[in-house]
């Protein structure tokens, strides 16, 4: 059996992800070698390329990872985005270019000042929200991490007078308070969309000192000191609020983590983070050799 472009799509990978190397094993109709060690390794590579621009590849393998894993949880579908802020340069942060979060790759990450200008866009389409991230980055100096999602288990949270609050030690962060954003008190009738400086400056004053900002009618905002607690804080924070939601619908008073108990837990989870981060890219960055 020849490896032809219909059978290269078929096991998923597209024609211009495949290297001279991929091309002669396929002609030769190695398949089963085909699949197994170009597609692992040239999917894997995806997420390890250090991109041009030279970025940190550590960096940037985080917010690729991250974009994929909340993609793969279903946290974020075609829309959402995670940034994260330049080391290098505070005054800077790397995002992706507009793309669905399960398809971002290294070489699709770019350079963003905090006005959301693009560094070096070379004709490639922005996210109309970057300003989001842009005005949080300027708000907040101790954020090195944005992501925003459109969490369905969030939204009844957004448009409703229940308050999101933490049910469990893995969602301790939300203890400290997950205020609203309305669009609407600030913009009046508008697409929803913070399209804008304005817009990202207003929700940044509502997020405050907190790392959870819900947003009307949207989603939500976490934020965190990198990539890998953003992630985590968007990930539980999706959780939580469908687990709220099915404690208020076992009716009953519901005994919420206290303010105490939420600082305690949310210091232990950021010192072993690492294990549920590993865990989580095993899901979305195939191992060589497997």
């Given amino acids: 059996m020849i490896a032809t472009p219909a059978t290269v799509s078929a096991i998923g990978l597209g024609r211009q992800m495949i290297s001279p190397m991929c091309r002669r094993l396929a002609r030769f109709g190695a398949v089963a070698i085909f699949a197994l060690v170009c597609g692992l390794a040239q999917t894997h590579a995806q997420t390890q390329a250090t991109p041009a621009s030279g970025f940190d590849p550590g960096l940037v393998e985080d917010i690729v990872v991250g974009s994929r894993v909340l993609a793969d949880f279903g946290v974020v579908d075609g829309f959402g985005h995670v940034s994260a802020r330049n080391p290098t340069n505070p005054n800077h942060f790397l995002m992706s270019r507009s793309l669905a979060p399960a398809l971002v790759t290294a070489d699709d990450i770019m350079e963003f000042d905090l006005d959301g200008n693009a560094v070096d866009a070379k004709g490639r389409p922005l996210f109309l929200e970057r300003f989001i991230h842009s005005e949080i980055y300027k708000a907040r100096p101790d954020v090195m991490a944005v992501v925003h999602t459109h969490s369905l288990g ?36 508008t697409d929803m969309l913070v ?88 899901r979305v960055v195939p191992t060589p050799g497997k």
């Fill in 154 to 189: 969030v939204i009844p949270f957004t448009v409703s007078q229940v308050p999101l609050r933490p049910m469990y030690h893995n969602a301790a962060f939300l203890a400290a308070g997950a205020p609203v954003w309305d669009i609407r008190k600030g913009f009046g009738e």
């Fill in 195 to 282: 399209r804008d400086a304005a817009r990202g400056k207003s929700l940044a004053e509502m997020l405050g000192d907190k790392s959870v900002v819900l947003m009307r009618g949207h989603g939500d905002v976490t934020v965190g000191p990198s990539v890998r607690i953003a992630v985590f804080r968007a990930y539980y924070t999706d959780i939580d609020a469908k687990l709220q939601s099915q404690a208020i619908a076992l009716g009953g008073d519901i005994n919420y983590l206290t303010a105490e108990e939420g600082a305690k837990a949310d210091t232990v989870n950021l010192a072993v983070l690492d294990r549920i981060w590993n865990l989580w890219k095993m």
